[in-house]
């Protein structure tokens, strides 16, 4: 069974930073792409940034180009989203998915001083 | 960006009823592969998203077949036969096409 478990959310004061994790299991990780999408609260979805299975390939919604960063680790199982500079619009629950197929339960990040 | 627009934004249905949820792209969504990158979602109250049809017509793994996907290009219809009550959230088209991948404005279920 497909499990994705997100972690690392919070309430984080504006120009602050905060990293995600998304403990992946029940599928070969590392022969998948990954996608961070978000959803404000109320509101739909938002996809945020999308990393391939070897890393070579990563893209990112203009709207946090040069302040988050995706990676993985492939022998953890494990994809990331370091969030630096944040702002009260990135208060969401951020969600990762295993293309739209799967995903996980999402983990709640609240910008606001 | 590809802007997926979704029509109506809700329906209010009766158990039992048939319905039909619209969503047009503004460009073909057809990959270089051949093959079209169009997705069908639920949100259930509560819940994350859940995949119900992908490439347009597919049905996700474990999916009721009173779920149906249609279209090609850039014209797509979801319908939802016979209504249960478990089918009531908001459903989202998604294309995964394109960079950025962009997803309709939802469509609310309701029950009458």
Same mark, same amino acid.
């Given at each position: 069974?497909?499990?994705?478990?997100?972690?690392?959310?919070?309430?984080?004061?504006?120009?602050?930073?905060?990293?995600?994790?998304?403990?992946?299991?029940?599928?070969?990780?590392?022969?998948?792409?990954?996608?961070?999408?978000?959803?404000?609260?109320?509101?739909?979805?938002?996809?945020?940034?999308?990393?391939?299975?070897?890393?070579?390939?990563?893209?990112?919604?203009?709207?946090?180009?040069?302040?988050?960063?995706?990676?993985?680790?492939?022998?953890?199982?494990?994809?990331?989203?370091?969030?630096?500079?944040?702002?009260?619009?990135?208060?969401?629950?951020?969600?990762?998915?295993?293309?739209?197929?799967?995903?996980?339960?999402?983990?709640?990040?609240?910008?606001?001083? | 960006?590809?802007?997926?627009?979704?029509?109506?934004?809700?329906?209010?249905?009766?158990?039992?009823?048939?319905?039909?949820?619209?969503?047009?792209?503004?460009?073909?969504?057809?990959?270089?592969?051949?093959?079209?990158?169009?997705?069908?979602?639920?949100?259930?109250?509560?819940?994350?998203?859940?995949?119900? !049809?992908?490439? $347009?017509?597919?049905?996700?793994? @474990? =999916?009721?077949?009173?779920?149906?996907? %249609?279209?090609?290009?850039?014209? +797509?219809?979801?319908? !939802?036969?016979? $209504?249960?009550?478990?089918?009531? @959230? =908001?459903?989202?088209?998604?294309?995964? %096409?394109?960079?950025?991948?962009? +997803?309709?404005?939802?469509?609310?279920?309701?029950?009458?």
């Amino acid at each position: 069974e497909v499990q994705l478990v997100e972690s690392g959310g919070g309430l984080v004061q504006p120009g602050r930073s905060l990293k995600l994790s998304c403990l992946a299991s029940g599928f070969t990780f590392s022969n998948y792409g990954m996608n961070w999408i978000r959803q404000a609260p109320g509101k739909g979805l938002e996809w945020v940034a999308s990393i391939s299975s070897s890393s070579s390939y990563i893209y990112y919604a203009d709207t946090v180009k040069g302040r988050f960063t995706i990676s993985r680790d492939n022998a953890k199982n494990t994809l990331y989203l370091q969030m630096t500079s944040l702002r009260s619009e990135d208060t969401a629950l951020y969600y990762c998915a295993m293309g739209v197929s799967y995903w996980g339960q999402g983990v709640m990040v609240t910008v606001s001083s | 960006d590809v802007v997926m627009t979704q029509t109506p934004p809700s329906l209010s249905v009766a158990i039992g009823q048939s319905v039909s949820i619209s969503c047009k792209s503004s460009q073909s969504l057809v990959y270089s592969d051949g093959k079209t990158y169009l997705h069908w979602l639920l949100q259930s109250p509560g819940r994350s998203p859940k995949r119900l !049809i992908y490439q $347009v017509s597919n049905l996700g793994s @474990g =999916v009721p077949d009173r779920f149906s996907g %249609t279209g090609s290009q850039k014209d +797509f219809t979801l319908k !939802i036969s016979r $209504v249960e009550a478990e089918d009531l @959230g =908001v459903y989202y088209c998604a294309q995964t %096409t394109h960079f950025p991948y962009t +997803f309709g404005a939802g469509t609310k279920l309701e029950l009458k």
